[in-house]
């Protein structure tokens, strides 16, 4: 029997690193992040092992590298209907824009 992929609930979206004023890299600390987010939903408690944290790299146009990342968490009912926008503040400087 064939299982159907299960579609994760996005927590944090896409966030990477931005250049500060003085030309250095301020990257997003994802595991800071993280717990915060769980101590502000402790609904999820016991399920941290259903997180999952992905990473890739973009080239900001400024030319330099970042790595950017988010974070998913497989849905049930304790997460059901959540928005990240409403802990934007644990990650906002950090939020990625689009790129083309």
């Known amino acids: 029997m064939r299982t159907v992929p299960t579609k994760l609930v996005t927590i944090i979206p896409s966030i990477h690193g931005k250049l500060t004023r003085d030309r250095k890299m301020s990257e997003p600390d ?3 992040i993280l717990e915060k987010w769980l101590e502000r939903h ?3 408690e016991g399920r941290e092992r259903d ?3 992905s990473r890739g790299r973009w080239t900001l146009p400024e030319g330099m590298r970042t790595e950017i990342i988010s974070a998913s968490i497989l849905p049930g009912d304790d997460i059901a209907g959540y928005d990240p926008a409403q802990d934007a ?3 906002q400087y950090f939020l990625a824009e ?3």
């Open 89 to 91: 503040d644990l990650y």
């Open 30 to 32: 994802i595991y800071w």
């Open 98 to 100: 689009e790129q083309e």
């Open 51 to 53: 997180i999952q944290i």
């Open 42 to 44: 402790p609904e999820v």
